[in-house]
């Protein structure tokens, strides 16, 4: 497979990438907004929920679906890295881990801050919005400043030394997906790292056992196999609007569809819906081949809103939940009874300042990371090819 041999074409599709993971982080953000404020928009919090969450205009506010596209997403580019990298595993993981991890820590010292100033504004706004959702954050006694510290640079990530994390992700309840992306991006690393021999194999095996354990990781190893084939030349069979409307049917469901429309003797894997099923992975799939295959959805997602919102995507997944369960709730307290006016205006706002602090995130945190990592794999190289041969 040549992947260093990439047409203009081909890159210029990484621009729409881009963007298809800022239409979804944003997808990600309304969802959550709804779980805040309009918990009858979603599934999980509301049986049945409004109608239109049953319906294929359910994708916009279907935040678990859009995340099994991020995950697709980091499956294609991660392997598309590892491939290309001329860097030895052991630098390969701790670096990847680093580009999650430091940026996370930010966001939950970030969330720590807010939720110190406002500790019981979710719980105010659960007293008249009750919402099963606003249990999922820390309230009253904020853990302190090195809880924090530890939950971003390690609870985040599953890794609990010595017992000291404190339980879930109570800074920031977005953070669940941490965990898996980082566990499958450096699988895919190992994957491409380790290319023959026993270790080889044993890499194999316990991915296999993970997808099993975890179904969600199918994700990851659909977006490897669309790298291969589309640098393959063996990805380009159009039929892109095809893939796309079968991917949004597949898609929109969310919890509890099938037991509301009669499907609930299917098998578990195969059941619309599910988070843990097969569904999801294969229907963001379907739109990650869509978006390579179709022009018209290239110039789309190329486009200058969705390059934006694509270049502050990670920081905008990570900033815009603690302003929800602190300084919008409050705010909603205070627009009380709330109108369909002026929920719209709360939303445009609580839009407006994510995007905000994405923006600054992007250029205070986020690319300086990646800047530091770029210096110091060059760094890496330049003293190993200037080492004397002995």
Not at 45 to 52: D, E, H, M, R
Not at 99 to 117: D, E, K, N, Q, Y
Not at 122 to 143: E, K
Not at 326 to 352: D, E, K, M, N, Q
Request: aromatic share 14%.
């Amino acid at each position: 497979m040549n992947v260093n041999g990439v047409s203009a074409g081909s890159q210029k599709r990484f621009i729409s990438l881009d963007g298809l993971r800022g239409v979804a982080a944003l997808i990600v953000v309304c969802h959550h907004f709804c779980c805040a404020f309009l918990p009858k928009l979603v599934p999980d919090l509301a049986n049945p929920p409004y109608w239109l969450a049953d319906t294929p205009l359910g994708i916009l506010i279907n935040g678990p679906f859009s995340v099994s596209v991020f995950f697709v997403l980091s499956g294609f580019v991660v392997a598309r890295a590892a491939v290309k990298s001329r860097d030895p595993l052991y630098l390969n993981i701790p670096f990847r881990y680093l580009r999650l991890a430091l940026p996370v820590t930010v966001s939950v010292i970030f969330a720590w801050g807010l939720l110190t100033m406002m500790p019981d504004a979710a719980t105010r706004l659960n007293d008249v919005l009750p919402n099963v959702w606003l249990s999922d954050t820390f309230q009253h006694q904020i853990p302190g400043f090195f809880a924090a510290l530890y939950n971003g640079f390690f609870g985040a990530f599953g890794i609990n030394l010595f017992h000291l994390n404190p339980a879930g992700n109570g800074f920031n309840n977005a953070l669940w997906t941490m965990r898996v992306e980082a566990e499958g991006s450096i699988a895919i690393y190992m994957f491409y790292g380790v290319k023959k021999g026993w270790l080889h194999w044993t890499v194999l095996v316990l991915i296999g056992l993970q997808t099993i354990r975890r179904p969600i990781f199918l994700a990851f190893i659909f977006g490897a196999i669309m790298m291969e084939q589309w640098y393959a030349g063996k990805l380009r069979y159009g039929y892109a609007l095809v893939a796309l409307l079968a991917g949004i049917l597949m898609g929109f469901p969310s919890s509890g569809f099938a037991a509301r429309f009669g499907m609930g003797r299917l098998p578990h894997l195969i059941m619309p819906g599910v988070r843990d099923g097969l569904i999801a992975p294969i229907a963001a799939a379907l739109i990650l081949y869509a978006v390579l295959n179709s022009a018209l959805l290239d110039r789309m997602l190329s486009s200058t809103v969705p390059n934006f919102l694509g270049c502050v995507s990670f920081p905008l997944y990570l900033v815009h939940v603690p302003l929800l369960y602190t300084v919008f709730a409050v705010l909603y307290l205070r627009i009380r009874p709330a109108s369909h006016l002026s929920l719209i205006a709360l939303f445009l706002c609580f839009i407006a300042i994510s995007l905000l602090l994405a923006w600054a995130g992007e250029a205070g945190v986020d690319r300086p990371v990646l800047d530091w990592i770029s210096w110091s794999k060059k760094k890496f190289r330049s003293n190993r090819d200037s080492a004397p041969i002995h």
